[in-house]
């Protein structure tokens, strides 16, 4: 991890005595303030935030060093698992060495491909329950609409438990638990939840209502209710009785897929809706694609879409809803010629990088054409890693996609929309990356459009 040619620190801003960064963080926009920060210092830039070091790593090369080739050096590191060890516990997101690996073949068979059908028809199932709700002229919040869709798909598709039902309120709780991320996410300046600030004191509420809930699912599993196989059952049994997880891996598993597989996913959606919204040549040429679909191969085709599936690339790369990761050095390292200590939290935002006009001609236009097979294959991992990268990549990836195709296709081919919401689309940093203001989007069935019209 080091070489004869280490040019020292990082260059960075400039700072003032205790408070280092600390004071131009708080008067700037994060995501935009990392972003100038690389166009004036270059790809690796130091910082000193709230007492502590962090580097931001924009280069695609060190990128790639940090998440696939010298994985084994970094971890997540403290901060990250201070901030959100009471929410994820000790679930596949933290989890580290020997612990990681045996999680991660656990959950692994619940994310094989040939469970593609199975989740195929949950999906398409919940996305119709959703959108027999919505009736012409309606003025839909519509990532509070997707939030509800995507926790209502992972819940059946890997807990066989409906989050529709008026016993489990779990929406009310993530909002509240979301709320308090974002003020970290902002600030990276972290409160401990034991003292009672009033944001802290609401946090814990919303942690209580969940945990209960999730017990509920735990407790549900064990007595045998139901007859499918389910994630949790799996748990329950792995490695028979001597080997199986005990009720708080059980516990952090559940909650750690609940986050990561509804809230990045309704983000996702909402978007691309968005941005097909308020580019109307790639909707129309979007909605040329499903429209061509055969009702009786619908879900086939929209898997095996290549223009959805640059669509979507595309809207991830403009709003990752993951807006960086983070890695801590368990030792000292060099990146790209520089002197990494032990201990600095390392920031590799994909906000950054998939703006880089380097590798992406006019980054800021959302450009699904792009998406070559050529161009996929000219980028490196360090350049574009909605899903991360390396031995860590998001293990529910496959699964994101999916969804995220099969609800794409069913919206388009059933309603027309508009933007109610003003654009551009501001963004703010939470656990994710999340609409400043509330996307509002208007519906009407195009079945009802199409028959006025005629």
Not at 269 to 280: D, E, K, Q, V
């Amino acid at each position: 991890m080091t070489d004869d040619t280490v040019l020292g620190d990082p260059p960075g801003p400039g700072g003032i005595p205790f408070l280092g960064n600390t004071h131009q963080l708080l008067r700037h926009d994060l995501l935009d303030w990392m972003s100038d920060l690389v166009e004036t210092h270059g790809d690796i830039v130091r910082l000193t935030v709230a007492g502590k070091r962090l580097t931001i790593v924009a280069d695609p090369t060190a990128v790639e060093t940090i998440l696939i080739d010298e994985n084994e050096h970094f971890e997540k590191g403290g901060f990250q698992k201070r901030v959100t060890a009471s929410l994820l516990g000790q679930g596949l997101v933290l989890a580290e060495g020997e612990q990681w690996r045996e999680h991660r073949h656990a959950l692994e068979p619940a994310f094989h491909p040939r469970q593609t059908e199975r989740f195929a028809d949950v999906i398409q199932g919940q996305a119709a329950r959703q959108f027999e709700r919505w009736t012409d002229g309606d003025v839909l919040d519509f990532d509070s609409e997707m939030q509800e869709l995507t926790l209502a798909i992972i819940s059946e598709a890997l807990f066989d438990v409906d989050t529709r039902s008026a016993s489990l309120n779990l929406e009310e709780s993530f909002a509240q638990v979301l709320a308090h991320y974002e003020q970290v996410g902002e600030t990276y300046i972290y409160v401990p939840e034991w003292i009672p600030t009033p944001g802290n004191r609401r946090y814990k509420r919303a942690l209580d209502e969940l945990n209960s809930v999730v017990e509920r699912i735990i407790q549900s599993h064990a007595r045998g209710d139901g007859n499918k196989e389910t994630v949790v059952s799996k748990l329950l049994t792995h490695g028979g009785s001597d080997a199986a997880f005990g009720r708080d891996e059980i516990r952090d598993e559940i909650v750690t897929m609940l986050v990561a597989g509804h809230e990045t996913t309704a983000l996702a959606l909402t978007f691309t809706i968005h941005l097909l919204g308020t580019t109307p040549s790639v909707l129309q040429r979007t909605r040329a694609e499903v429209d061509s679909f055969d009702d009786d191969q619908f879900l086939e085709q929209v898997r095996n879409s290549q223009w959805l599936e640059r669509v979507i690339d595309e809207s991830l790369r403009l709003y990752p809803p993951a807006y960086s990761i983070f890695r801590e050095p368990t030792t000292d390292v060099t990146l790209g010629g520089y002197r990494i200590p032990e201990g600095t939290i390392v920031v590799l935002p994909q906000w950054v990088v998939h703006r880089d006009e380097t590798v992406f001609d006019s980054p800021s236009e959302f450009r699904p054409s792009r998406w070559t097979d050529e161009f996929r294959s000219s980028l490196s991992p360090g350049s574009y890693f909605p899903f991360a990268a390396g031995p860590r990549r998001c293990i529910g990836e496959r699964f994101a996609k999916l969804e995220l195709k099969i609800v794409l296709g069913m919206f388009l081919r059933e309603f027309d929309f508009e933007i109610v919401s003003e654009a551009p689309l501001d963004v703010t940093p939470s656990l994710s990356t999340r609409p400043a203001d509330t996307v509002t989007v208007s519906v009407q069935k195009r079945s009802a459009r199409e028959g006025t019209e005629r």
